[in-house]
């Protein structure tokens, strides 16, 4: 169990510029989840998938959003056109089942200049 | 919808003596999990104590204990035995048939040496 990883850890990008975020579960895992945390507050939800299928969109996730699960093992998350407000630590999680512990990853910090 | 209130910005408690966050939580929901996660500066976040709503036992891990009230929708942690490391953003989090978790803003924790 080498725990859930994310990649890259920091990411300082211009506005209007596309970024794309990787996740590893733990191997397991067939849950994963992704959450936004912006400075001082909880993260919020954003998606989440089981195996491939992607089941739940928040209404956070704008049409820039878009997350990808290929094959049920690792995902992405992309977001076109970045904004300032965009600007966040993204934090993946991963779970056997519904109801088990959610364990995150490191997180990737968004800065958009 | 589910939502979860920390009422406590920041706490904080001398090294060796206990402190309790308060947490509130509502819900519609019959079947619900309860969670304190731990996030300490810069470093990932991760699992302090688990709650099934159904389980009338508070549950405990160690110096960490949960004064879990049903129906009072709340949910507070009791750290014992206070420690250095201890120190960091605590979040409390409800989980419900959506699989998302829904955060708290969380308290900042400071132990004094």
């Given amino acids: 169990d080498t725990g859930v990883s994310q990649d890259p850890r920091h990411k300082i990008t211009k506005r209007g510029q596309n970024v794309t975020f990787r996740c590893d579960p733990i191997s397991e895992h067939n849950r994963l989840y992704w959450y936004r945390q912006t400075l001082g507050q909880g993260p919020e939800f954003l998606t989440y998938f089981q195996n491939e299928a992607q089941l739940e969109k928040s209404r956070l996730l704008s049409d820039r959003f878009s997350a990808e699960r290929p094959k049920g093992s690792f995902s992405t998350l992309e977001i076109q056109r970045t904004e300032q407000g965009d600007s966040a630590m993204y934090l993946c999680a991963s779970t056997r089942g519904g109801g088990d512990t959610q364990y995150f990853g490191p997180g990737t910090r968004l800065t958009v200049l | ?113």
Avoid: H
């Fill in chain 2, 1 to 113: 919808a589910q939502t979860v209130t920390q009422s406590q910005p920041e706490m904080s408690v001398q090294e060796a003596e206990t402190v309790t966050l308060s947490c509130t939580y509502d819900t519609s929901e019959s079947d619900y999990y309860l969670f304190w996660y731990k996030q300490p500066p810069s470093r990932q976040m991760i699992l302090v104590i688990r709650q099934e709503a159904y389980k009338q036992q508070n549950a405990t891990e160690n110096r960490f204990s949960v004064n879990f009230q049903k129906a009072a929708k709340s949910f507070s942690l009791k750290i014992s035995d206070s420690q250095l490391g201890d120190a960091a953003m605590y979040f409390c989090a409800s989980q419900g048939g959506s699989e998302k978790l829904v955060f708290g803003k969380g308290t900042k924790l400071t132990v004094n040496p």
